[in-house]
């Protein structure tokens, strides 16, 4: 009875959702799902979703379907929501959220069009830089920050020593009890050196990856000091903020107070010759060079890689997470570049990126700026048409040819096969697993509520403990390879908050509080499981498919069991105890059912409405046992009296002592 007044409620509950209200009264109301569908089949074109249309209605729907243009069509209907689309193919559209941070190129030529009507030559463009690096500190909020800093002295590594250059990790108290770590590369000659600055990017395996330590180790064999550090939430930073923390916009602001601080500190060691002094990074390390050559003016020379444009700010917290581009009414990455003009910048760009402007857009405008100072020769663009993005052989090339022009550096040495790759361990400060972190460490992200507010670190906070609490799912499997605990841990830690995000958004009061079909009342609980039941499929499914990857079955199985906190096992021995000659195919089905009803579970918001599909399926489990020659209700009875009897004689035993 109960299995089939919630089939009933559900069928009410969908029927609501693609009930339409088409008429003048309703507004012409139609679910926003059923209008992009029927885009799709009559301009015979093929959607992607990057979207959630659950519940969303689109008033006055058919008319801004017009019937010459899908395109037309697409935005009319998205519009409303905030969405967007992206041509992919022929015939395909990928719908996308509003992207801040992005534009099109097109708005790209206009927003540098607009620019150069506000100057023309260097008296009015050092307005406007005045204006911007004024405006970008304010909005960026960092000088509040840098004032809080400790200013203690960074904890320093054993030296290493290699084929022309050593390398040594240090870690360096930003504000109380908040480190960033990373590693100098020095030249093994006497002297003042060159000194670059190295922001990392987003490219996999952080700032330890091969690449990075050959840029790195060959600038130093070259006779440039190179300095590189850990994204916040990256690396050993994790250890503090958990990767979460990445997904603030406190990240914007400490990447930039950790570049500073960084510089503050290697300007005080005698071996750095102050006059040369070099920022380099690419993609998001690309939009850290911009960012840190218009906080300081102690660079002399900048390297941006495939990341200055006109047209995107960068897609990361830690790139756009303050409004730094609303400053001066409205800037780009190509404007905060031109800040640093005269003095020698070198923007390394490629054909399958934003970048791909560069050679006709950007540059021309840097030229341009440039020129105001009769300095167009000092800026150059290397641009590889037929490279990607990442920070490859001829990207690296690019930066070796830079420095070496600017800084002087000694070409004879530009030698990639002398570095040495070092493991990534080798380059850590706080030891393989954050053991040796100050006492004073923070070891939260919640902990920078304190500087930041909790309003900055609140969802970072919860994602952190959905973090932790997927560690400990994967943890129970006892797992050894590293790799593979990783790539597990993100698999479920992406679920759990796939479906904390998904029922945030579509919390159980979606559901009419009385079924349609019955008049019956639901129960919170029941509103709850069909709210659950609502999650796209793509959910569980990209859950499965992560696992499987990297998981046996069984291994699948018992993570399932970690999410169900063990009911399957715990249920059946309940029916082993209450049918004690269960046969063995018995147990059969009733562990199929089980094992059902555990994977049912999965995107359940609360522990109540996991019980309760175990007790839907639970029902299942007995109505089989009827139809297979048993009397459940019975053998319940005669478990209950049979536990009641065994009770009394423990007590009865009890009372003798
Ligand atoms: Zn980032």
Redesign the pocket.
Known sequence: MKKLTFTLALLACSALQTQAQNTFEGQFTRPLGEVLDEIATRFNVRLKYDIDTTGLKLPYADSRIRPYSVEESLTNVLSPFDYKFVKQGNALYKLKKYEYPRRTDADGRKLIDYLLTQYNDQVSFEKRRVLLKKEVRERLQIDKYLSLRTGSAPILSKIRKYDGYTVQNFALETLPGLYVCGSIYTPKSKGKHALIICPNG?FGNGRYREDQQQRMATLARMGAICVDYD?FGWGESVYQVSSAG?QTSV?HIVQAMNGISILDYMMTRKDVDTTRVGVNGGS?GGSQTVLLSVLDDRYTASCPVVSLASHFDGG????SGMPIMLAGGGTCNAELGALFAPKPMCVVSDGKDWTASTPTLEYPYLQKVYGFYGAADKVTNVHLPKEGHDFGPNKRNAVYDFFAGVFNLDKSKLDESKVTIEPFENLYSFGKKGEKMPENAIRSVNELGKYFGKDAVRAAAADESVLKKSQEIIAALNLTDEKVINLATTAVYNHRRAVRDWHNAHPYTIIPEVDKATGRKLSKVEREMMADKMIPESVHARLLKDLNRVLTPEQVEAVFDQYTVGKVAFTMKGYYAIVPDLTDEEAKVIEGHLKQAREEALECKSMKAISQVFEIYKTKCEQYLNSNGRDWKQLFRDYVNKRKAEKAAQKAKEAKK
């Open positions: 987003h994204l990445h990240a998001g990361c917290p830690c790139e």
